[in-house]
């Protein structure tokens, strides 16, 4: 008798919290890597990106050809080298060694740091045109498709092709008015 008056108390006071949760709650969810892959602004990163990538891979290419020409200076010549002269050309050789190490590292800094800026200035662009679809939806929740531990999504929750339109109408709206923002128009209160 005990342990039905327990099981009884304890469903009454579940009921009240059952009946808030029932009621339905709107989410939906975007593929962001396809954002950034498809949208206008996101192109644009990317090419910046390929850009300085290239960039310091010629720069580093050109110290690699260096470098073998300075070995292959070095092996054909070593036998009609003075010894102080080889030695010279020797050191030459280490030291653009390291200049490539440390160019190469600082390279990949550098590509990091830069794609770490263009990932944050387009998330800092792109959530405004996200939190106002979210609120025009009537949505309570808004996940990214691959990245929240989400294993299926229905494709009728999928909100990604609207947000690839709204932020390229909000980046193309900003180019053409001369602004670096691609944040859409909001009315205020």
Do not use: C, H, W
Request: hydrophobic content about 45%; aromatic content about 4%; overall charge positive.
């Amino acid at each position: 008798m005990k342990k039905v008056l327990i099981s009884v108390a304890m469903a009454a006071l579940a009921l009240p919290t059952f009946a808030q949760n029932a009621a339905p709650a709107r989410l939906a969810v975007i593929d962001v890597q396809r954002v950034l892959n498809t949208s206008i602004a996101g192109k644009a990163a990317q090419d910046r990106l390929k850009k300085l990538q290239d960039d310091k891979m010629a720069k580093a290419s050109k110290m690699q050809d260096d470098l073998k020409a300075l070995d292959t200076e070095i092996n054909t010549k070593k036998l009609s080298l003075s010894e102080d002269k080889l030695a010279d050309l020797q050191k030459q050789l280490a030291d653009k060694q390291v200049a490539l190490q440390r160019y190469g590292q600082d390279a990949d800094k550098e590509l990091g740091d830069a794609r770490d800026r263009e990932l944050l200035a387009l998330e800092n662009k792109i959530k405004p045109v996200i939190d106002q679809i979210g609120k025009e939806m009537g949505l309570a929740v808004i996940f990214n498709k691959f990245e929240s531990g989400l294993v299926y999504a229905s494709d009728a929750i999928d909100i990604t092709d609207t947000v690839i339109k709204r932020f390229n109408d909000a980046t193309q709206a900003a180019e053409n008015a001369g602004q670096p923002a691609a944040q859409p128009a909001t009315k205020k209160p």
